[in-house]
């Protein structure tokens, strides 16, 4: 089961991001049927100013770990006003 697929069936949403288009055009194709999935082009460590909303929760699958110091530290603060919430 796909991530997206297993979020949509607890009646969730899914709002999938990356910096690279061909791979948010493969997730959509992947997902495509799902109703509550949708896909951004966003800077990970710019989520606060993508005019995505709010979350709940999130699920990173092989993102964060990646990062360097620097782009983990303009993270930071989105995830720590998360954890608050």
């Not at 297993?6 to 948010?24: K, Q």
């Not at 495509?32 to 990970?44: I, K, P, R, S, W």
């Not at 993102?63 to 995830?79: D, E, I, N, V, W």
Request: charged share 25%; net charge negative.
């Amino acid at each position: 089961m796909r991530p997206a697929e297993a979020v949509e069936e607890r009646g969730w949403e899914t709002v999938g991001i990356d910096t690279v288009h061909r791979a948010l055009d493969a997730a959509a194709e992947n997902n495509a049927g799902l109703d509550n999935a949708t896909f951004a082009e966003v800077d990970v460590t710019r989520l606060q100013d993508a005019g995505l909303g709010t979350f709940d929760s999130f699920l990173d699958i092989g993102c964060f770990h990646g990062l360097s110091h620097k782009p983990l530290r303009r993270a930071a603060p989105m995830f720590y006003r998360f954890s608050l919430n």
